[in-house]
C-alpha cells in the first residue's frame, strides 16, 4: 500500500463484498484454478471462534500501483475476499500484492511459486488494473501460469463489481465504501501570532521543599494554546501539573521522565518541563 494520508470522502459509494472473516461467502462453482494446495496447515495464532486451520489456494492475486490516485488502494480493497474467506467451516487464503517490482514483491512471488510445486504449481494469476506488460510477462513467467482474468474498470466502483461476480454467488453481508478515487489537494489555511501574558511572560518563583508553588497566569482572550516552560539551575526534582480554571488536570509530568531529563548522567543539558494546552 502506500504511504498517502486517506482522506475517503463521500463521492461514489463502493459495494465491497467484504467481511471475510465475520460471515461465509457461497463461492461460484468449483473452477479447475480453485484447486487447494496441501492439507490443512496450523497457524500460530487464531482469532477466537474462527476456525482452527486454513487451506492455501493455488493463486495469486496482483493489484496495479498507482501513486497518482486512490483506485488501486479502493481495488486492492475490494479484493481482500478474492484473497481470503470463509467457506464450509475452512479458511482459503491466497496472496493479494500490490504490484511496485521492487525485489521484495518478486522473492515473495517467487517464494509462493515454490510452495506450490509439490501440489502441480499455481493454476491462476488474478490481474486487477492497468498492470504494466513487462510486469504481467515477469509475474506469469515466476508463476508459471498466464495472468487471466485480467479486471479493468473506469472506477474502483466497476472494479469491485466485477470481483464480486468473479468469485461469489452471493454473500450474507456487503460493506459499503465512501471513497473517492481521485482526492484533490487539501487547502490549507495557516498563520502565527505572538500574545504575551497579562501577567510577565517571564518571572521568578521561589519555594520551599517540601511543598508546591502555586503559579497563576491569565493568557489573552484570544490564544490558541498555551505553551510554557518551566526551569530552574538544580538537578532537583520538580513535577508540574496544569490546571484549567475549574480545576481540571490538563497536562502533567512524571517522575520517571523527568528523572532522566535532570541528570547530568543522561543528558548534556538539563531539560526544563515543558507545557502544552489547546
Known amino acids: ?27 461460484v462453482g468449483s473452477p479447475p484454478w480453485r484447486e487447494l494446495a496441501r492439507t490443512p ?37 475490494a479484493a481482500v475476499p478474492t484473497s481470503v474467506f470463509f467457506h464450509g467451516g475452512s479458511q482459503y487464503v491466497s496472496p493479494l500484492i500490490k504490484v511496485d517490482g521492487s525485489d521484495s514483491e518478486r522473492w515473495f512471488v517467487e517464494d ?8 502441480g504449481g499455481a493454476t491462476q494469476a488474478i490481474g486487477i488494473g492497468p498492470i ?17 482474468p485480467m479486471i479493468s474498470g473506469y472506477n474502483s466502483t466497476d472494479i469491485a463489481a466485477q470481483l464480486a461476480l468473479l468469485d461469489w454467488d452471493s454473500s450474507d453481508v456487503a460493506v459499503f465504501a465512501l471513497a473517492e ?10 498563520g502565527s501570532d505572538t500574545f504575551t501574558f497579562l501577567n510577565s511572560a517571564l518571572a521568578p518563583y521561589t519555594t520551599t521543599v517540601p511543598g508546591p508553588a502555586n503559579i497563576t497566569f491569565v493568557p489573552h482572550s484570544t490564544a490558541m494554546w498555551l505553551e510554557g516552560t518551566v526551569d530552574w539551575a538544580t538537578q532537583d526534582l520538580y ?17 520517571s521522565q523527568v528523572f532522566f531529563e535532570r541528570s547530568p548522567a543522561y543528558v548534556g543539558t538539563l531539560v526544563p518541563l515543558h507545557f502544552w494546552y489547546p
Do not use: C
Request: zero cysteines.
Open 41 to 77: 496447515v496450523q497457524p500460530d495464532h487464531v482469532a477466537a471462534g474462527l476456525p482452527d486451520e486454513f487451506t492455501a489456494l493455488r493463486r495469486a492475486t496482483f493489484v496495479y500501483n498507482d501513486p497518482s490516485s486512490y483506485m488501486d488502494d479502493f481495488s486492492y480493497i
Open 112 to 119: 509462493w511459486a515454490e510452495y506450490l510445486e509439490p501440489d
Open 239 to 255: 513535577l508540574h501539573e496544569l490546571k484549567d480554571p475549574n480545576g481540571n488536570i490538563v497536562d502533567y509530568s512524571v517522575e
Open 1 to 27: 500500500m502506500t504511504s498517502r494520508l486517506h482522506k475517503p470522502l463521500s463521492i461514489l459509494i463502493v459495494t465491497l463484498l467484504l467481511a471475510p472473516l465475520v460471515t461465509p461467502f457461497v463461492p
Open 132 to 148: 504494466s506488460d513487462s510486469a504481467v510477462e515477469d509475474i506469469e513467467e515466476e508463476l508459471g501460469v498466464p495472468m487471466y
Open 181 to 190: 478515487d481521485i482526492l484533490p489537494p487539501p487547502t490549507v489555511t495557516s
